[in-house]
């Protein structure tokens, strides 16, 4: 290769990486973790994370299953909390009116979203 074609071949890379970082900067939400903000526009197999206040929780009639309500500021939505996942954790550490953290998966439920917990340390008692 030449001194030219050498100094081209630099010049494209620079080119390149500089879109690259431009598109990161730009183009990305800031979560690397492809975990979004809980919506009435989320669909259902979101990876979800939220903040919201207890309005309800109770077991389900079969199962032993946790069904918390959330109201989570533009509205409310369910937060299913499976038995095997941990509910009765989540149950003895969660009162009304407590402010959580939630991470979970949206499912449709009757028609209607809910946020599905897949571990109790997915549900946190924010002070």
């Known amino acids: 290769m030449e ?8 010049l494209l890379c620079m080119a390149l990486l500089s879109l690259g970082i431009a598109y990161a900067t730009f183009f990305s939400d800031g979560n690397a973790s492809g975990v979004g903000g809980f919506s009435s526009s989320s669909v259902p197999g979101d990876n979800v994370q939220f ?3 207890v309005l309800s929780k109770q077991f389900t009639y079969t199962g032993d299953h946790l069904v918390l309500d959330i109201d989570y500021g ?9 038995s095997g996942n941990g509910a009765k954790d989540v149950d ?23 946020v599905v917990v897949q571990d109790a340390k997915d549900v946190s008692v924010l002070e």
Do not use: C, R, W
């Not at 001194?3 to 630099?10: A, Q």
């Not at 533009?74 to 499976?82: D, K, L, T």
């Open 51 to 53: 903040t919201g206040e």
């Open 74 to 82: 533009q509205g409310v939505v369910m937060v299913f909390v499976p």
């Open 92 to 114: 003895s550490k969660v009162t009304a009116n407590d402010h959580l953290f939630i991470k979970g998966t949206v499912e449709e439920y009757m028609g209607e979203l809910e």
């Open 3 to 10: 001194k030219e074609e050498k100094i081209v071949v630099i």
